[in-house]
């Protein structure tokens, strides 16, 4: 017995099937968004509920809808009633989200035996030496190569990922969950996005360290496949904090050439003996300068990043390898003030050519055997 012919209201649920939330990049069928729907002569009506009022995003749903709709034969309007979910109705999806944890208190999910995203802490030792302009090129370039990717600025009080990334939107709670906004198919929050204007962020470390853990759990951001958390310069608190948080964190070091900057990268380094965590590399920033005869001008002096690189392996006894040279380029800084990173912005530039080639040695994938099945039998001996 064959199976019944498709009805044009299954078409309708397959294609708002294929339509994501794009905060939450999920089907909004799978939300509870979708009230109901009806049809008559080729005009599709849907209930729709937005997870808060005003949503910012609204606009892009009714386009997505409207499109995935008037592509079935047979569709020639499409209209939207935009409603509100209930308190109800926000806590179940909130749960969903969650993975059915219905637990008042949130779970950092990258602290977990089971993550499998890589966290990458941007640190170095001293400001001023381009910490997060890398950060935010890597990001740009890891979501290029196809990753799902997130940025939490963790500088506090220095905050500046949002405008080098183009972010330009605040987060939107859903009850006590944030979904942060996205730029360049990145995820981004920041401490910048919930202060007025230019305003100056006093905090004490408690403060940070809460900062700092809400930004962890209580952010949605769902399945990452890298984390970069872009630490402010030093040791000092949130450093610690990132330790007791994510003690799986791997920690990349930002310098420039300059012997003075070397020896304090050194010792945001040798933190991580403190702390127990992996020292992925070293990147050393405004390596040179291309003058136009093709000759380099190395206004910071050199070797920097090869000597605090050779200084962290002695000092932990494993290898820590230089990952890149980024020459000194006007078109970084003025990529990231117009908020389009330069691996993106012009991609063929000789600093984006080595930030690029960090990231593709970041975005390989390392995976523990540890606690995995490995698809063994035991079989009796005779």
């Known amino acids: 017995m064959s199976a019944p012919a498709p009805t044009l209201e299954d078409a309708i649920q397959a294609a708002l099937a294929t339509v994501d939330d794009p905060e939450i990049r999920r089907p909004i069928t799978d939300l509870g968004m979708v009230k109901g729907f009806t049809v008559a002569n080729g005009l599709v009506k849907v209930e729709l509920l937005l997870t808060v009022a005003g949503c910012p995003l609204r606009d892009k ?6 499109a995935a709709l008037t592509r079935i034969p047979g569709i020639t309007t499409v209209s939207i009633d935009f409603g509100v ?16 944890a219905a637990s008042a208190e949130p779970v950092i999910p990258f602290a977990q035996p089971g993550s499998r995203t890589r966290v990458y802490a941007v640190a170095s030792g001293k400001g001023g030496v ?4 890398v950060t935010v090129n890597l990001a740009a370039a890891l979501a290029k190569r196809g ?3 997130g940025v939490i600025d963790a500088d506090i009080y220095g905050h500046s990922v949002p405008r080098m990334l183009g972010v330009d939107g605040r987060p939107t709670r859903v009850e006590d969950m944030i979904m942060p906004p996205q730029s360049h198919g990145v995820k981004v ?14 905090w004490r470390g408690p403060m940070l360290h809460r900062a700092l853990q809400q930004f962890l759990a ?8 890298v984390l970069l958390l872009d630490l402010p310069p030093g040791t000092g608190d949130v450093a610690i904090s990132l330790a007791q948080l994510l003690p799986n964190a791997e920690i990349l070091v930002v310098t420039t050439p300059q012997a003075a900057a070397a020896e304090v990268a050194e010792r945001a380094g040798a933190i991580a003996l403190q702390t ?3 020292l992925l590399g070293v990147v050393e920033n405004m390596s040179w300068l291309e003058l136009p005869d093709g000759s380099r001008m190395e206004v910071f002096g050199a070797g920097g990043g090869q000597t605090v690189a050779d200084s962290l392996t002695r000092t932990v006894g494993a290898a820590v390898p230089l990952l890149g040279q980024v020459p000194l380029d006007t078109r970084v800084r003025e990529a990231g003030d117009a908020g389009e990173p330069i691996v993106l912005a012009d991609p063929d530039a000789p600093a984006a050519k080595a ?18 099945p490995l698809g063994l039998t035991v079989t009796a001996r005779r």
């Open 130 to 133: 381009g910490k997060s302009s």
């Open 147 to 149: 990753l799902s990717v």
């Open 189 to 202: 929050i920041s401490i910048g996005m919930f202060t007025a204007g230019n305003a100056a962020v006093v």
């Open 218 to 225: 209580d952010v949605y951001w769902g399945d990452l496949d």
């Open 61 to 66: 749903l009714n386009a997505d809808i409207t």
């Open 355 to 372: 930030l690029d080639e960090v990231a593709a040695r970041l975005a390989v994938r390392r995976d523990s055997l540890v606690g995995k």
């Open 85 to 100: 979910m209930s308190e109800d109705q926000r806590k179940a999806l909130q749960t969903t989200l969650r993975g059915g």
């Open 276 to 278: 127990h965590q992996r």
